[in-house]
């Protein structure tokens, strides 16, 4: 008699790796792109399993960004009081490699999280911020220490934001190695100091199509791009919603025609910022200028840029993909110029945690574009590429 087969043995830890494997989802694909039955494949179950653990995407999503930041919480909280800056940092880096692949949803995805649970992230997010600028108070005390906690933090952060292919132990190293050069810059000693910088004009909508592009970027940037209609934009305008059909066949549109407007802009203040005569250190130090202007003076379209082209078909981000790896590897060229004993994959680490400390500096100092905070960004920015 043949015996009947054995049930599968639900795994014990099945919650635990829908998160993981929905945390990568989210983070790859973006929060209204996901779909519950692509991430129940992921673990290899049936969308109706995983219903019987979170009651609808909403609930998976908030799950997933609630229980990254609660590791990091961890990290920090766990560390004893005798415990150097260096030590925190790198347990911070250990949490944060290990979860690379989920880390990405909460740079632009938290943005769709209900308010209450955006409160309450941020709370959270602020205990790991508050430890971390007390320890650089301590050991680093100076001017501008949160601001400089705040850009370490985004230093280590960026290791979500590429998948560059490198050993753990040589991420670890490099990363602890950037955020502590963060904290020890001084970006109060660098106002007044940096590069002019001739950033190219911000575009005049001469046309309606334009006019239409300039109303979607703020409202993409402020709600994300799903959450806008198509009647919001038109009413910015002044137009009728049908009459938006007449200059762009869907709202996708718009947002590609966003995406390469950010593109355009950028590489023609890199175009600017680069002069064949400079040192490669000078070099370095006008490309990060450049950037750090553009990303101030341009924040709502960059952020659109960066946020939302993981959402636009295939044949629409190409070119724009293609733009950033040029974008990338004018960066990579420059600082191995600087930087000889830095091979491809460790410039290209460094060259992203200068972007991530760009964008948590940025945000803590509310995007005000003044003088001295894109002087002192840019000190940030030279800390974390270890010039």
Same mark, same amino acid.
């Given at each position: 008699? #043949?015996?009947?087969?054995?049930?599968? #043995?639900?795994?014990?830890?099945?919650?635990?790796?829908?998160?993981?494997?929905?945390?990568?989802?989210?983070?790859?694909?973006?929060?209204?792109?996901?779909?519950?039955?692509?991430?129940?494949?992921?673990?290899?179950?049936?969308?109706?399993?995983?219903?019987?653990?979170?009651?609808?995407?909403?609930?998976?999503?908030?799950?997933?960004?609630?229980?990254?930041?609660?590791?990091?919480?961890?990290?920090?909280?766990?560390?004893?009081?005798?415990? %150097?800056?260096?030590?925190?940092?790198?347990?911070?880096?250990?949490?944060?490699?290990?979860? &690379?692949?989920?880390?990405?949803?909460? &740079?632009?995805?938290?943005?769709?999280?209900?308010?209450?649970?955006?409160?309450?992230?941020?709370?959270?997010?602020?205990?790991?911020?508050?430890?971390?600028?007390?320890?650089?108070?301590?050991?680093?005390?100076?001017?501008?220490?949160?601001? &400089?906690?705040?850009?370490?933090?985004?230093?280590?952060?960026?290791?979500?934001?590429?998948?560059? %292919?490198?050993?753990?132990?040589?991420?670890?190293?490099?990363?602890?190695? %950037?955020?502590?050069?963060?904290?020890?810059a001084d970006p109060a000693a660098a106002a007044g100091s940096a590069l002019v910088v001739q950033l190219p004009e911000r575009p005049v909508p001469r046309t309606r199509r334009a006019e239409i592009l300039a109303a979607a970027i703020p409202l993409f940037a402020r709600d994300g791009f799903a959450n806008v209609t198509n009647v919001q934009i038109a009413q910015a305008v002044g137009l009728a919603p049908s009459a938006i059909y007449r200059h762009y066949p869907g709202k996708v549109d718009i947002l590609a025609a966003a995406c390469l407007q950010a593109a355009g802009l950028l590489a023609q203040a890199v175009d600017r910022s680069l002069d064949p005569a400079a040192g490669p250190r000078a070099t370095v130090v006008a490309l990060a200028a450049a950037y750090?202007?553009?990303?101030?003076?341009?924040?709502?379209?960059? %952020?659109?840029?960066?946020?939302?082209?993981?959402?636009?078909?295939?044949?629409?981000?190409?070119?724009?993909?293609?733009?950033?790896?040029?974008?990338?590897?004018?960066?990579?060229?420059?600082?191995?110029?600087?930087?000889?004993?830095?091979?491809? &994959?460790?410039?290209?680490?460094?060259?992203?945690?200068?972007?991530?400390?760009?964008?948590?500096?940025?945000?803590?100092?509310?995007?005000?574009?003044?003088?001295?905070?894109?002087?002192?960004?840019?000190?940030?920015?030279?800390?974390?590429? #270890?010039?």
């Amino acid at each position: 008699m #043949t015996a009947e087969p054995t049930a599968a #043995t639900r795994p014990r830890n099945r919650k635990q790796l829908i998160i993981e494997a929905a945390g990568q989802v989210f983070s790859e694909r973006g929060y209204h792109a996901a779909s519950m039955e692509e991430i129940a494949a992921g673990v290899g179950i049936s969308a109706a399993a995983l219903y019987r653990h979170f009651p609808n995407k909403y609930a998976l999503f908030a799950e997933c960004a609630n229980v990254m930041v609660d590791r990091l919480v961890a990290a920090v909280a766990e560390a004893p009081p005798e415990a %150097s800056l260096a030590d925190v940092f790198t347990a911070v880096i250990r949490v944060t490699v290990a979860h &690379r692949a989920s880390g990405g949803l909460y &740079r632009w995805e938290a943005r769709y999280l209900e308010p209450a649970d955006r409160r309450t992230l941020r709370a959270k997010f602020g205990q790991v911020v508050e430890r971390m600028t007390e320890m650089v108070r301590r050991e680093h005390p100076g001017p501008d220490d949160r601001l &400089r906690a705040v850009a370490a933090l985004g230093a280590i952060g960026s290791i979500a934001m590429h998948h560059t %292919s490198i050993a753990q132990r040589r991420i670890e190293d490099l990363l602890l190695t %950037s955020a502590l050069r963060v904290v020890t810059a001084d970006p109060a000693a660098a106002a007044g100091s940096a590069l002019v910088v001739q950033l190219p004009e911000r575009p005049v909508p001469r046309t309606r199509r334009a006019e239409i592009l300039a109303a979607a970027i703020p409202l993409f940037a402020r709600d994300g791009f799903a959450n806008v209609t198509n009647v919001q934009i038109a009413q910015a305008v002044g137009l009728a919603p049908s009459a938006i059909y007449r200059h762009y066949p869907g709202k996708v549109d718009i947002l590609a025609a966003a995406c390469l407007q950010a593109a355009g802009l950028l590489a023609q203040a890199v175009d600017r910022s680069l002069d064949p005569a400079a040192g490669p250190r000078a070099t370095v130090v006008a490309l990060a200028a450049a950037y750090v202007a553009y990303s101030f003076e341009h924040n709502a379209l960059t %952020s659109v840029a960066e946020a939302e082209i993981a959402g636009l078909p295939a044949g629409l981000q190409r070119p724009l993909i293609l733009a950033q790896r040029e974008h990338i590897a004018v960066w990579e060229q420059q600082l191995r110029r600087a930087r000889p004993d830095l091979d491809a &994959r460790q410039t290209r680490l460094l060259v992203h945690a200068g972007f991530g400390v760009v964008v948590e500096a940025g945000r803590a100092l509310r995007w005000q574009n003044t003088p001295a905070h894109r002087d002192a960004v840019t000190a940030l920015v030279i800390g974390a590429l #270890t010039l």
